[in-house]
């Protein structure tokens, strides 16, 4: 599982820079424009993106109790440019892999616990929850090119398959 994690979170970081490059080519109206799925504009979309990853982290490693992770919020105007978002998101990612890259499958396997803010508790093993940040990652980028593609620009392929035969040094050409 530890491989599983690891591999979803530099998946996760490459995925990212691949979208904020792509964002470097829109004008800025394009960029808060609102006609991305997901929440309004692509920019609002990525703030969401961050904000997730942030509050959950946050959380997980520690640095924050589950009440001061909720209220990591991002709104978009914080990251009215893609080079603000781009500074956001080395912030997030540095702290995103000093807590995965440092975890061990006992770690993983750990349960943790919460109660929400609307009194609701529940437990779940560390894993589980990563890999659900990670999904949501994958999701909301997802959300964002298509945003991307709306406006007519091209995000590039940013499959999980595309990285992988990259990352061992071959060269992936999507045809569908």
Known sequence: MLDVIKTSYAYDTWATVRVLDALEGLSDEEYSAPEC??????????????SCQWGWLSWLDGSQSLEEAYGL??????????????ARWTAIDRQTHAFVDALTDADLAASCTWTGLDGFSDAAPLWKLLLHVAN??????????????????DPGDIDLLCWE????????HATA
Do not use: F, W
């Open 37 to 50: 799925s997901g929440n309004g504009s692509i920019r609002d979309t990525l703030a969401h993106l961050l």
């Open 136 to 153: 949501h990652g994958t999701h909301t980028r997802a959300q964002i090119v298509a945003g991307i593609r709306r406006v007519g620009a």
């Open 165 to 172: 035969l990259n990352h061992m040094g071959r060269r992936y």
């Open 73 to 86: 919020t991002l709104p978009g105007e914080a990251i009215p440019t893609v080079a603000q978002a781009r």
